[in-house]
């Protein structure tokens, strides 16, 4: 029981650690409230969802990057879909990198949006490993006993 306490601090810990370093938003939060008894592993099932349809985009906005003549309109509809992921579980540095890429796009910048892409992947890199540790001590903490349902207005 005090093992797993302690599990349950240090998965708080990392969870705030991940907040304060602006990798994840309110949205990551909000998605874990939404986990329960009968779904105990929803947040990580979404996030590896994400990584699954990301892995898609990347490959296809690397791909299109890589045609001449760059076709914008493409790119920026790849980027829409891949920040509507990252939204959706909360990436915030990665949306970041989103938004500014489609910026890029707007404005015609091949450069830019090559540049942009780098520093995507490189955020993206990060936080996955991020989250695969804050996921590998949440399993091993296992559910807490009804904790996320008493933070919320009744």
Do not use: W
């Not at 370093?21 to 947040?43: A, K, M, R, W």
């Not at 015609?108 to 992947?121: D, I, S, Y």
Request: charged fraction near 30%; aromatic fraction near 10%.
């Amino acid at each position: 029981m005090e093992r797993n306490n302690h599990l349950r601090r240090h998965v708080a810990s990392l969870r705030q650690s991940l907040i304060d370093q602006g990798y994840v938003d309110e949205q990551f939060i909000e998605l874990e409230e939404l986990q329960d008894d009968d779904t105990p592993n929803f947040v990580e099932e979404v996030v590896t969802l994400f990584y699954n349809d990301s892995a898609r985009l990347i490959h296809n906005i690397d791909h299109s990057l890589e045609k001449e003549p760059v076709d914008f309109a493409k790119l920026d509809n790849y980027m829409h879909q891949f920040k509507g992921s990252s939204s959706s579980i909360g990436a915030k540095k990665v949306k970041t990198e989103c938004t500014q890429f489609m910026e890029y796009c707007r404005a015609g910048n091949v450069e830019g949006c090559k540049r942009t892409f780098q520093q995507l992947k490189r955020e993206y890199a990060v936080l996955r490993k991020k989250l695969e540790v804050y996921f590998q001590y949440a399993r091993q903490a296992g559910p807490t006993e009804s904790s996320t349902t008493s933070c919320r207005p009744k």
